[in-house]
């Protein structure tokens, strides 16, 4: 368990200044174990598909032995009509031999097999890469979602831990004038359950903004009790709502992961069939070895091997009909499939898109809401006096403020997750080929002219 935590976080860049959403995207995508292993399964199919490309290759065999007997191997011989024995046993190999042979052999059906064999291998190799391109999409999208609500986290958890220690002593002053009856009872009791409120409110959202940084964290595959801190940069400004959706929708059958890994799949299986089919067909296998005997009554001991062999299992053409059909059912099916797939994308284009218009109005009510609450807070904080209620009415203020700001944090953070859901639904990608030969910082600063890129020219109106 040990080995593993430290192989978990070995290697990585150490935390030397405030991490920006770049930078934090770039952290995400070069530790994130989910990419590693999608990495490590690219590989593996890589490799794969190097050694299925080898089984194309003739065979070369080399062989050496030895061979001892007990007795001598002979015979004697007879007439065929008379049958009196016409010569004495005699023998013509020793009883200890040694031999040896390299024989070179190719056969027509397993070269065909084989080759859509390696076939099958390097679509599957595509297949892993873009199973890695939707964990890169997958990772890119939680970090956006994460990074911005864990910076709202940085900025007001403080606060609200003030907040809710003045809250805490407001609702001990409270049970003091209960308890010595300086005002009514119900009053009192209404004044406790609205400091309550504000309590419970506002616990619930600290746990959301403790929850928000644990969440980055565990993207960017942190060790827990590391401590960063989260670049405080201005809120990067929202595009507008794409209204070209035919483009979209075209783009994203044209570079969603999903769609492509059908297309190659498609391929696998067709490949799958034809293998089958070379097997029903006449096989054709040429031999050449050359061969040692030591055997002494040998007058040559050395000798070349050739030969070439025609053989057909004519039964196995029963099996064409089936293998048509099943190969006509296996098209339709992934074409289906593929259909089906693509009639999910394109609705999850057209929702992505609205669900982003919603966002933004989400965030125009927050904001909207916010400077609301402000502005009570500054008339409540104007008007107080040296009064128990109007003390209560100034933290009820600052408490309903300060909601209004998580709030707000929240409804951004909503509508760039929105706005990575909608990138995500298109299926574009913001990686360079290799991220193994980056530093963090120069990964981040490639990644940020990408998506910058893309949204002037995939998301342009």
Same mark, same amino acid.
């Given at each position: ?7 978990? /976080? ?6 030397? $200044?405030?991490?920006?959403? $770049? ?7 070069? /530790? ?44 004697? +011989? ?13 023998? +013509? ?7 040896? *042979?390299?024989?070179?052999?190719? =056969? ?57 220690? %003045? ?32 309590? =419970? ?48 929708? %075209? ?13 190659? %799949? @498609? ?30 009554? *040998? /007058?040559?001991? =050395? ?28 098209? @339709?099916?992934?074409?289906? %499939? ?39 807070? +500054? ?7 040296? $009064? ?8 009820? +203020? ?10 707000? /944090? ?13 990138? =995500? ?12 030969? $980056? ?20 998301? @342009?109106?």
């Amino acid at each position: 368990m040990t080995q593993d935590l430290q192989t978990m /976080y070995a290697d990585q860049e150490p935390f030397t $200044h405030p991490i920006t959403f $770049h930078e934090a995207s770039a952290r995400a995508l070069k /530790y994130n174990l989910d990419y590693r292993l999608k990495l490590m399964e690219d590989a593996l199919s890589r490799s794969l598909s190097d050694v299925a490309s080898y089984e194309m290759l003739p065979r070369l065999v080399a062989g050496a032995g030895y061979v001892s007997r007990n007795n001598d191997s002979g015979g004697r +011989s007879i007439g065929i009509e008379d049958r009196i024995e016409s010569l004495r046993p005699s023998t +013509s190999q020793d009883r200890d031999r040694t031999l040896a *042979n390299l024989t070179f052999s190719w =056969n027509a059906l397993d070269f065909g097999v084989s080759y859509y064999r390696a076939q099958q291998k390097a679509d599957q190799v595509l297949m892993s890469e873009e199973r890695r391109r939707k964990v890169v999409q997958n990772v890119l999208q939680d970090v956006r979602n994460s990074y911005w609500r864990a910076l709202g986290s940085q900025r007001l958890i403080g606060r609200v831990d003030v907040l809710l220690m %003045r809250v805490n002593r407001a609702l001990e002053r409270a049970k003091l004038v209960q308890r010595d009856g300086l005002m009514p009872q119900p009053q009192v009791l209404a004044y406790q359950r609205a400091l309550l409120d504000a309590v =419970n409110l506002l616990t619930l959202r600290r746990q959301d903004l403790e929850l928000a940084r644990a969440e980055l964290s565990a993207l960017m595959s942190v060790q827990p009790g590391t401590p960063y801190t989260l670049a405080d940069e201005k809120e990067q400004a929202l595009p507008t709502v794409p209204t070209h959706l035919e483009d979209l929708e %075209r783009m994203a059958l044209e570079k969603r992961p999903e769609i492509m890994e059908e297309w190659y %799949r @498609k391929r696998v299986t067709e490949n799958d069939i034809k293998a089958a089919k070379i097997l029903l067909w006449p096989n054709v296998s040429v031999d050449l070895g050359a061969q040692y005997d030591s055997n002494r009554f *040998n /007058y040559n001991s =050395n000798w070349i091997d050739t030969g070439i062999r025609l053989s057909w299992n004519m039964l196995k053409l029963t099996q064409l009909p089936a293998l048509e059909k099943a190969q006509a059912n296996q098209n @339709k099916t992934d074409d289906m %499939r593929r259909m089906a797939l693509s009639m999910a994308v394109l609705t999850q284009v057209r929702v992505g898109v609205q669900r982003y218009a919603l966002a933004l109005s989400e965030l125009q009510f927050s904001e909207e809401s916010l400077r609301v609450d402000q502005s009570l807070l +500054s008339f409540a904080k104007a008007a107080a006096k040296t $009064h128990f209620d109007s003390e209560l009415e100034v933290i009820r +203020s600052e408490a309903r403020a300060l909601l209004a700001e998580y709030q707000r /944090y929240a409804s951004y953070s909503n509508a760039q997750a929105a706005w990575g859901r909608l990138y =995500n639904s298109v299926g574009l990608d913001v990686l360079p080929e290799t991220i193994d030969g $980056h530093d963090i910082k120069t990964l981040g600063s490639t990644m940020e002219k990408t998506m910058a890129e893309w949204q002037s020219t995939a998301f @342009k109106k």
